[in-house]
């Protein structure tokens, strides 16, 4: 169980390539020393499984694809590197993560860039901070994954603890090429998020089989840049947010967000989102925003300037609804057969009716079928 490091570029199984002449093995780390080592077996180690793959230095594994890396961990710690290059489809049999710097404007710092329909059996984790001053939504990239081409699967959770960085970044263009993450999805960085979609990155479809959460001062779950649409995020848990705004449900134009569990961040969508399960955090629907509530509760506040809410069942515990209009632009209201708006025995709950400024656009409710919606629930929460 020892670091085996490479000594010179070369072939992974070549004994020329690592000090003491021996390739790593079972149990063993492979410090890449910056260097750049190819993989010219179809999985390694030959057998057994390492305990990581890192990059003192810098320094870059070679991965053709088809091949497989069995490793508990494959570990970039070295900034402005990316500890695997894999040119095709892949299997790492471990976790993948960052913990190194992004401290220029334009640098590249990140374990992997995929190339191919991609398989990751444990976590996607980042720790490493952007410092270069680009932000965000710069152009600098500080993760641990980027999906670029082909399609993913990440058996283990998704989670950043780095500042102004993020653990995935999803650049993909093609709605056939999907993201699907086993575990949860946070960030705890200041200003970091979970997932990027840079500009570039559309019609994206990723499932979530956990939570989303933020609790990293200023920080996001998900984060888009300005051009993006035409993506889904199905989250099968639930949605929470510690600290300020950016952490809230806030979809771009075209883009579908399904909260499958509870939702106790606040909702502010230019898209499209579903919640099957209760909603606490404040609601606001502005620029034709569409909030879908299945499971019927809203018990946070609600305010609606020409967007749609469509709900079902009893919407309200202590609920506080404002519904304005705005422009001449009307919001909507709309209730299932049989939806109550008033409980009786609340005294806090309360309705106000706003036509806002802009001459009129007075709001207006009406009654609707369930089937009138394109996305029926495949189950309600509880």
Known sequence: MATITAKADGN?????????????????????????VTQDIATIPASGTLLAIQNTGGGTLNVPGGYTINATNVSNI??????????GAIIINGS????AAAAVSGDTTLALLTAGNTIISGSVINSGNNTSGDGIAGNTTCCAV???????????????SGSTAWGLESVIQDPKQTCSIGGNISNSGNGGAAIRFPQGSESNMITVGGNASNTGTNGYVTVFDSSYHGGVIDISGNWSNSTGTNGNVNTPNGNLVIIRGNCSAAITPLGYVIVLGTITGAVTLANYGVLFSYAGKLQGTFANTYGLWCCWGNPTTNASWIAAGSGGQASTIRLAPGASIFKVGLSTVQLSVDGGGGGGGYPYFDSWSPNDTPFPPSSTAS
Do not use: C, E, F, R
Not at 14 to 34: E, M, R
Not at 78 to 87: E, F, I, K, M
Not at 96 to 99: E, G, P, Q
């Open 78 to 87: 070295a900034d402005n590197a990316q500890v695997l290059t894999a040119s």
């Open 12 to 36: 992974w199984s070549s004994a020329g390539t690592w000090n003491g002449g021996v390739a790593p093995g079972n149990g063993d780390t492979a410090d890449l020393n910056n260097h750049s």
């Open 96 to 99: 993948v993560n960052n913990t």
């Open 146 to 160: 980027a999906q670029q081409v082909g399609s993913l699967a990440i058996g283990g959770s998704v989670s950043n």
